[in-house]
């Protein structure tokens, strides 16, 4: 079955040190591949994306993403946290078959210690 | 431009009565979505337009929920009747052309509270 897995419910690291958020996906094509962050009480707001080319994106607020097709994965790194990144990050995939279903993962929640 | 725009912020309403939900996706996008964010459900997809057609209403948990899109800056989910097990916040999204290829951009929700 089609699925985006997000292993890590929470996960809380120290200021100052670097993050790494796991996404796993199961699709029979590689799907478009995205990273959202949801503040408490806020929307969703887009980190970055991948669609094809470089396995490397970059996104806003310092945050990047490495597609590793090997794995099906797509996981997302900082390499300096800061206290302001405590939100909740969800990982979201659309497949490429056809139509236009954004199907999110469970979420990991980071908390950052000071 | 001012982003999705999901109204009322926050609704709170008693079992039994009918809610509408709202939203003005960015103009001139294509496909509007309408999501739930529950605890226990994380987010799910209840129904997405494309040009103001119904594409996919497969996630509509139930007859009771409804949802419109009657032209391209407005589209409204109702519930009716509602019931506690509805409270939630609903999100609204619109995105351009297939495939995203211009991103997915969130309202800041509806969080509704059936009593």
């Known amino acids: 079955a089609q699925s985006v897995t997000q292993p890590d419910i929470h996960i809380t690291v120290s200021e100052g040190a670097s993050l790494e958020l796991r996404c796993n996906y199961s699709y029979g094509a590689t799907p478009y591949l995205f990273w959202y962050v949801q503040s408490p009480g806020q929307g969703l707001q887009l980190l970055l994306k991948?669609?094809?080319?470089?396995?490397l994106v970059q996104g806003i607020k310092g945050f990047e993403a490495e597609f590793k097709r090997s794995q099906s994965s797509f996981n997302l790194r900082k390499p300096s946290v800061h206290w302001s990144d405590a939100a909740e990050y969800f990982c979201a995939v659309v497949p490429t078959g056809g139509g236009n279903k954004l199907t999110f993962g469970t979420g990991t929640q980071l908390k950052v210690e000071l | 431009d001012a982003g999705v725009i999901q109204s009322p912020r926050h609704e709170v309403t008693e079992m039994g009565q009918e809610v509408t939900l709202r939203c003005k996706p960015i103009?001139?996008?294509?496909?509007l979505f309408w999501y739930r964010q529950t605890m226990m459900r994380g987010l799910e997809l209840l129904i997405y337009?494309?040009?103001?057609?119904?594409?996919?209403d497969s996630g509509m948990p139930e007859d009771r929920f409804s949802a419109k899109m009657p032209n391209a800056s407005f589209s409204t989910l109702k519930i009716q009747p509602s019931e506690p097990r509805d409270s939630a916040v609903y999100f609204c999204a619109s995105s351009l052309g297939q495939g995203a290829g211009g991103g997915y951009t969130f309202g800041s929700g509806t969080r509704l509270t059936v009593v």
């Open positions: 103009s001139g996008h294509d496909y």
């Open positions: 991948y669609f094809s080319g470089d396995t």
């Open positions: 337009f494309n040009n103001n057609v119904p594409i996919d």
